[in-house]
């Protein structure tokens, strides 16, 4: 049974970088779509991206575009989340998720299967 866990998270100032990964155990990662989530507080849970599980294909959140990227290994059985230029408003839990396909951002969630418990990112001074 496939397994998730992130890790990556951690307070960075305004303008930092982080880099999450998505580490896969139990099985193939390469069967699998994964896609990012966050979950601010006192907010609702919102697609950032996804890829496929060959990797071709990616889509992103309007709000993390050019600033965000997704990409995997899957002889690493890991998915990774590089992030520049970060805001306050990147403040929240980030969460993977593993599932069939990448649909439109708004609705990732519903393809998804499996979840990581999540990691925390807080942008700060």
């Known amino acids: 049974q496939l397994q998730l866990v992130e890790s990556g998270g951690g307070l960075v100032e305004p303008g930092g970088s982080l880099r999450l990964s998505c580490a896969a155990s139990g099985d193939g990662l390469d069967y699998y779509a994964i896609a990012w989530f966050r979950q601010a507080p006192g907010k609702e849970r919102e697609g950032v991206a996804c890829i496929s599980n060959g990797g071709y294909s990616t889509n992103y959140a309007d709000f993390v575009k050019g600033r965000f990227t997704i990409s995997r290994d899957n002889a690493k059985n890991t998915v990774y989340l590089q992030m520049n230029s970060l805001e306050p408003e990147d403040t929240g839990n980030y969460y993977c998720?593993?599932?069939?396909?990448?649909?439109?951002?708004?609705?990732?969630?519903?393809?998804?299967?499996?979840w990581g418990s999540g990691t925390l990112v807080t942008v700060s001074l």
């Open positions: 998720a593993a599932g069939g396909i990448c649909l439109v951002v708004t609705a990732l969630d519903s393809a998804m299967d499996t």
